[in-house]
């Protein structure tokens, strides 16, 4: 297959008509993979997003995974999520040609015009501490977003690339932008650490600096977002004092 000249060296790229997940395709091939690879389905029968939903994968939308062999601790592993946030606004700059529309919505969406345009999903596995493979699910809405009804109370308004910016483009032209600017952002993460990453994804968060909630499995807690701190926690300056959060829905 004609991969471009822009393909990144070392990164394979699958692409299926169909398939129930392409993170669950990802772990699947995982241990017969010589190096990371990429896998785009046209459709998924089983797609999920975050905790177990379902994720609306409308025909003409992006659905990719790409899957790694990680030598690293999975604390550091999971701070990839930073890193695909990252190529994902690149890859729509390169769509759009406009950066001011978009925005980093902690702890993996990108918003456009203050809408959920995209998520990712990264799932992990192995044992006794010691990751086998990890797989970095993404889905952005490139010309269908779901119906209100179809979301979470309370969540943030689905949105569309093609409805909110009048641009299309197909999933596999996407995955021709979003994997060179993956293999860029990852190289310097595996290069520089962690510290040049946070402080682009700073750059591009939204709602820095004001009043958000962040609701984990057994608290809600209310105030001033004032970073992502060098674990990838989000931080907050509440009532209480000031309260670095691991893993939490972000309400605002």
């Known amino acids: 297959m004609d991969q ?34 990429w896998i785009l389905a046209h459709q998924q029968t089983a797609a999920r997003g975050r905790r177990g939903r379902a994720w609306a994968n409308p025909a003409g939308n992006f659905a990719a995974t790409l899957v790694m062999r990680p030598t690293e601790s999975p604390d550091r592993v999971a701070l990839r999520s930073f890193v695909a946030s990252l ?3 690149d890859a729509l700059v390169a769509a759009t ?23 990712i999903l990264l799932e992990s596995a192995g044992a006794g501490g010691s990751l086998s ?7 952005v809405n490139l010309c269908r977003a779901p119906e209100v009804s179809e979301v979470e109370q309370g969540a943030l308004r689905p949105v569309s690339l093609l409805s909110e910016t009048g641009i299309a483009i197909d ?11 993956y293999a860029r952002a990852e190289a310097q993460f595996v290069t ?21 909630s962040a609701r984990t499995t057994r608290e809600m807690y209310e105030g001033r977002f004032e970073t992502v701190d060098e674990a990838g926690n989000l931080v907050l300056l509440t009532a209480q004092g000031r309260q670095a959060i691991a893993a939490a829905e972000v309400f605002f």
């Open 171 to 181: 999933p596999e032209a996407f995955l021709d932008l979003l994997a060179p600017a």
């Open 4 to 37: 471009g000249s822009d393909w990144p060296v070392g990164y394979g790229r699958r692409v299926l008509a169909s398939v129930d997940s392409t993170n669950a395709e990802a772990a699947r091939l995982a241990p017969h993979l010589a190096g990371p690879e």
């Open 87 to 89: 190529a994902l606004f």
């Open 133 to 139: 493979h990890f797989a970095i699910g993404i889905g």
């Open 97 to 119: 040609g406009r950066a001011e529309v978009f925005a980093l919505k902690w702890p993996n969406d990108v918003l456009l015009n203050g809408g959920k345009l995209a998520g």
């Open 192 to 212: 520089y650490g962690f510290a040049p990453i946070r402080t682009a994804w700073l750059a591009r968060a939204a709602r820095l600096g004001e009043v958000i």
